[in-house]
């Protein structure tokens, strides 16, 4: 056939490997949907609600208050909790428009090979890059958009290679990133070393400023950013929906009591998307496969305490006052704190396993949730194949550095910066120099559900269960009338 439907996780499970938030008080949460899980008429409908906003003048706000607030809002503690409630603020006035409307998300590990072939970039999605000298957008619903912020001109892209994008991180590294977080701030801190900026300056033109809001392109963004949080803080709801960690822009211990800046609230109203006035959860996409995948996850070296190295925060939970040690969440080995010249592992620890083909049968979802073609969901270059029943081997590419100027608009700190992407390089080099391994995002898109399900709804245990030793309990099976009820609504 032309095109294969697979399983949409969404079928599978709302929000599967979300689970709930302790305390929820939120019935019945808008669902955010990756783009591409969007029907024509839904993508129709948000690209016309956002459209609407600049037609009334009701947009230039969203860019004007992330400029002007943008030094108190990156590379400190605020930096989630800020932009969930930036997002939302987003989507609730979308919603005004058109009550139909949710905002999306773009899972960008599925185009994080070759970013710029992505069909998000395309006429039919957001539109591509810039044409001309002026770089103006010139395909897709924004086509000769004009912004105001912070004057007057075209929306602008101008990929960072020209007509293509450099890598991003593969799902592989946001898993291992979103494992080593112990705490608030590590999971913070490696959201904003990595994919948060890479993304940014991969698009560039609007995107690689402070009024980067005028792109669309930076609400999915963010929205997948928020889905990373929102993920994490739901593998351990109990101690981590209401972990908030490290200092402001100023160097003071922050609170959950924080107000937010431009913003109405404060940082505590934040930490739970199931809260009554939240209230929205995420569908399930590739990155979620990668998390629930036992993908790489090798151990930091053994020599902690550098000099250079902070010491573990406090975390603090539930009444914004009383400040407590971060626990460790569902981690089965313990790690050491890392140490400040590159968090390299030891070669020996990658232990990855092949993928092994299985048989099962697949079949296409219903009226109830969305499903990817074999068009909208094809491996990225370079293509696997098999020969002789084996994959070929596809290696990832890694991204390019942050540059200086990056991390100083952001207030980022250099030396932890440059200490993550060096651990993170030798990761992929690891992952490439694996024999048998196939990177998720060169996968076909059955070969892609692989790892998730076989015949017995068991994960398959052929992905990289070596180094952290995971055994197959209840919790990995997706289809248990148990698991269901667990996740379900």
């Known amino acids: 056939m032309k095109f294969i439907q697979v399983v949409s996780i969404l079928c599978l499970a709302a929000a599967a490997v979300q689970g709930q938030a302790p305390g929820r008080r939120c019935a019945n949460p808008i669902v955010r949907k990756e783009i591409r899980q969007l029907s024509q008429g839904e993508r129709d409908a948000f690209f016309n609600a956002v459209k609407t ?30 932009h969930r409630r930036y997002i939302l603020e987003f989507e609730r006035a979308l919603r005004r428009v058109n009550p139909s409307v949710t905002l999306p998300y773009w899972d960008w590990t599925m185009d994080s ?74 999971l913070r801190e490696g959201l904003e070393f990595g994919q948060h900026g890479n993304v940014h300056l991969g698009v560039r033109g609007d995107m690689e400023a402070m009024y980067a809001p005028n792109d669309p392109i930076f609400f999915l963004h963010h929205a997948m950013c ?47 998307q199931y809260s009554q006035n939240v209230c929205y959860e995420y569908t399930t996409s590739l990155y ?27 975390a603090q939970t539930g009444n914004g006052n ?11 080995q313990e790690q050491q704190q890392e140490d400040d010249d ?45 020969k002789g029943g084996k994959h070929r081997k596809a290696k990832l590419s890694p991204p390019e550095r942050l540059p200086e100027s990056w991390i100083k608009m952001n207030c980022l700190n250099a030396t932890r910066v440059r200490s993550f992407e060096d651990r993170h390089f030798s990761i992929i080099e690891a992952i490439n120099n694996l ?37 197959h309990s209840s919790k990995d099976r997706l289809s248990s009338s148990d698991e269901f009820t667990t996740y379900q609504k």
């Open 226 to 272: 928020d889905k990373v949080w929102s993920v994490w803080q739901l593998q351990d709801p109990t101690n981590r929906v209401y972990m908030y960690d490290g200092e402001d822009h100023q160097g003071r211990p922050v609170t959950l009591d924080d107000t937010l800046p431009a913003l109405p609230g404060r940082v505590g109203d934040m930490m739970d």
């Open 53 to 82: 906003l600049q037609s009334q003048g009701q947009f230039d706000k969203f860019p004007a208050d992330h400029l002007q607030n943008s030094p108190t809002i990156h590379g400190n503690a605020i930096f989630l909790p800020w």
């Open 435 to 471: 024999e048998d391994y196939v990177p998720m995002v060169f996968r076909s898109v059955t070969d892609a559900i692989e790892p998730i399900i076989d015949g017995t709804g068991l994960l398959a245990d052929s992905l990289l269960d070596g180094l952290l030793g995971h055994s």
């Open 288 to 314: 979620d496969q990668g998390m629930r995948a036992n993908a790489p996850q090798p151990q930091p070296p053994r020599n902690a305490n550098n000099d250079n190295t902070p010491p573990p925060r406090d």
């Open 322 to 332: 009383q400040q407590v040690a971060p626990q460790r969440g569902n981690r089965q």
């Open 342 to 386: 590159g968090f390299l592992p030891d070669d020996d620890n990658f232990d990855f396993a092949p993928v092994r083909r299985r048989s099962y049968s697949v079949t296409a979802p219903g009226d109830n949730g969305p499903a990817y073609s074999t068009d909208e969901a094809k491996p990225q270059s370079p293509k696997h194949r098999r």
């Open 113 to 186: 090979q070759d970013p710029a072939s992505s069909q998000v970039l395309t006429g039919n999605y957001v539109g591509g890059n810039g044409e001309g000298d002026s770089k103006c957008v010139a395909t897709g619903p924004f086509a000769r958009y004009n912004m105001n912020v912070p004057n007057r001109h075209c929306l602008r892209r101008d990929f960072n290679r020209g007509n293509s994008i450099s890598s991003w991180w593969p799902v592989e590294s946001m898993r291992v990133m979103t494992n080593d977080a112990q705490t608030y701030r590590d």
